[in-house]
């Protein structure tokens, strides 16, 4: 209800504005991903979707999704998508691991602009992604994750982090809003990976703590873990 309808009233709008919303935020947890499935899907869908909606003039097609989201404010429906899916959330399963990581879009590029990376946060048990950042490149992650986390429901949530996210700022971020936190320390932060290894040498000394190496490789690279 609290987000704006994009298009103007002169051009004859046929099909509710909320109503649209629904049927894309129903076709995408169907694994419906472009505007040519959600038309299909709320044709194919129309006597159930009948039972809460109106439809007074049947179900939009594709042409009109993507005029629609083709004019609507991405930042004003993610705001509103955010607060709405914190709200489910809860009722949904129990939190469980929040993994949050960046990844560039291959074959995005255009031209002289750069490729879109994208910093998504997805539950690995629920399978749903809750927020997504688009970044300039790879190092902006470390700005962009904090921004990120304080829009999401993340009580509960074990927040996991690849060492570009191993800042105290995103941890303080974190904690403050009821999650938990697990980052990986690389060689990166020297200082920070000495002291860790220090304490764990000396607990193993002393306590006898079980330590586990794994060494794996990939991406032509071999990484090492202990």
Not at 18 to 23: C, D, G, H, P, S
Not at 58 to 77: E, H, I
Not at 168 to 183: F, P
Request: one cysteine or more; aromatic letters at 8%; a negative charge.
């Amino acid at each position: 209800d609290e987000i704006e309808d994009p298009r103007a009233a002169s051009n004859g709008t046929l099909y509710d504005f909320r109503e649209m919303l629904v049927i894309a935020i129903c076709a995408s947890l169907c694994d419906m991903d472009t505007c040519e499935d959600f038309a299909v899907w709320a044709q194919a869908r129309e006597p159930w979707l009948k039972k809460f909606l109106t439809l007074k003039n049947g179900t939009p097609s594709s042409a009109t999704f993507y005029r629609l989201f083709r004019t609507l404010d991405p930042k004003q429906f993610e705001t509103f998508f955010r607060r709405w899916v914190g709200q489910i959330i809860p009722a949904a399963a129990a939190p469980g691991q929040m993994a949050i990581d960046g990844k560039t879009i291959r074959g995005s590029a255009d031209g002289a602009r750069r490729p879109a990376h994208i910093v998504s946060a997805f539950s690995t048990d629920l399978g749903i992604v809750f927020g997504q950042e688009r970044v300039e490149e790879k190092s902006n992650e470390i700005t962009a994750i904090p921004e990120l986390l304080e829009a999401l429901y993340v009580k509960g949530f074990l927040v996991s982090i690849d060492a570009m996210g191993c800042q105290k700022r995103i941890a303080q971020t974190i904690t403050a809003k009821g999650g938990d936190y697990l980052l990986m320390v690389k060689g990166n932060q020297p200082s920070l990976l000495s002291a860790i290894e220090t304490a764990f040498i000396s607990r193993h000394e002393t306590d006898g703590v079980d330590r586990n190496g794994h060494a794996e490789k990939s991406h032509g690279r071999i990484v090492g873990q202990v």
